[in-house]
Structures are given as structure tokens and as C-alpha cells.
């Protein structure tokens, strides 16, 4: 399958690099490796988003994954060339925000094109420690996340 699900402009694209301990018994990445990509990819991009040392990034305020979603499109099979998965923002809500991404070659591997491993989209709640509750995003951040704005992940449909 070929690359047609990377939107363009809000993307930030973060290279994976395969290890022997993602490969199962069928002999390529476990599917369950896929969520640990997602994750590296979402904090790589949020640093680079509100930048290292930022006193408002979401990563240093409390924030939790509350719903996962991935379509599996086509194996990965252990080699050194790192994936790369694309992650962007799909909607920012008043405490929550939705990413979606694209896990594919980055083309040196099948001649110049990119195939697409996996759609991928998560939901996540900002968290007030303390209590444990919904915090809303301020304006500084909200700034940050719509500045990553992007489609919908084009999910095939159900049927």
C-alpha cells in the first residue's frame, strides 16, 4: 500500500528505529510495539512542539491517554532503516486533544515510495494531578496545539 494517507503542512515526522525485541513469532513487529511507537512519536513531536524547556507544555502538566485506535495496514519486518510515523493534532477540545498519525517507510526500503504500515489516532485528557480530574488547556497552549491542526485520520470504513 502506498502513501496517501499523510496530510500535509501540520505534520511532524518522527524516525523510529526497529529493535530486535519488537519482532514476534510471524517475523515481523509485534502489533503491541506499535502503541510504544505512537508514544515515542507523541513526546518527540510534543517537545518540538512547546520546545524543551517550556513551563506549558502538556507533557509536564499531567496528561493521559484515553483512547487508542489503529488500523493495521501492512507488516513491518525487522531491518535497520527506521520507520516513520507522521503525528499531527486532528481536534483540540476544551481539556482534550485528538492525534493522528501514519506509520510508513520513509521510501528508502521499497524504491521512493512510502509504504503505509498503520493509521493510528489517540485521545488524550489533560489531568489536574491532584485530583485527578480534567484540567482545560490555557491559551498558550491551545496556541501551540492548533498551530498542528490537521485532517481526520482517514480510517478505511467499517461495513
Given at each position: 500500500?502506498?502513501?496517501?494517507?499523510?496530510?500535509?503542512?501540520?505534520?511532524?515526522?518522527?524516525?523510529?528505529?526497529?529493535?530486535?525485541?519488537d519482532m514476534d513469532a510471524y517475523g515481523h513487529v509485534n502489533n503491541v510495539q506499535y502503541l510504544r511507537?505512537?508514544?515515542?512519536?507523541?513526546?518527540?513531536?510534543?517537545?518540538?512542539?512547546?520546545?524543551?524547556?517550556s513551563s506549558t507544555s502538556?507533557?509536564?502538566?499531567?496528561?493521559?491517554?484515553?483512547?487508542?485506535?489503529?488500523e493495521y495496514r501492512e507488516p513491518v519486518v525487522l531491518r535497520r532503516e527506521p520507520v516513520v510515523v507522521d503525528v499531527w493534532v486532528t481536534r483540540v477540545g476544551g481539556s482534550?486533544?485528538?492525534?493522528?498519525?501514519?506509520?510508513?517507510?520513509?521510501?528508502?526500503?521499497?524504491g521512493g515510495e512510502r509504504a503505509v504500515h498503520?493509521?493510528?489516532a489517540t485521545t488524550m485528557v489533560q489531568v489536574d494531578l491532584r485530583t485527578s480530574r480534567p484540567k482545560a488547556f490555557d491559551e498558550g497552549q491551545r496556541e501551540?496545539?492548533?498551530r498542528?491542526?490537521?485532517?481526520?485520520?482517514?480510517?478505511r470504513k467499517r461495513g
Open positions: 500500500m502506498t502513501d496517501d494517507a499523510t496530510p500535509t503542512g501540520a505534520v511532524t515526522s518522527v524516525d523510529i528505529s526497529l529493535r530486535w525485541s511507537f505512537l508514544e515515542d512519536t507523541r513526546i518527540e513531536a510534543i517537545g518540538r512542539w512547546f520546545g524543551e524547556s502538556i507533557l509536564d502538566t499531567g496528561i493521559l491517554v484515553a483512547r487508542q485506535e489503529i482534550s486533544v485528538d492525534l493522528g498519525y501514519v506509520l510508513h517507510d520513509n521510501g528508502a526500503t521499497t498503520a493509521l493510528a501551540v496545539l492548533e498542528h491542526l490537521g485532517p481526520e485520520v482517514p480510517f
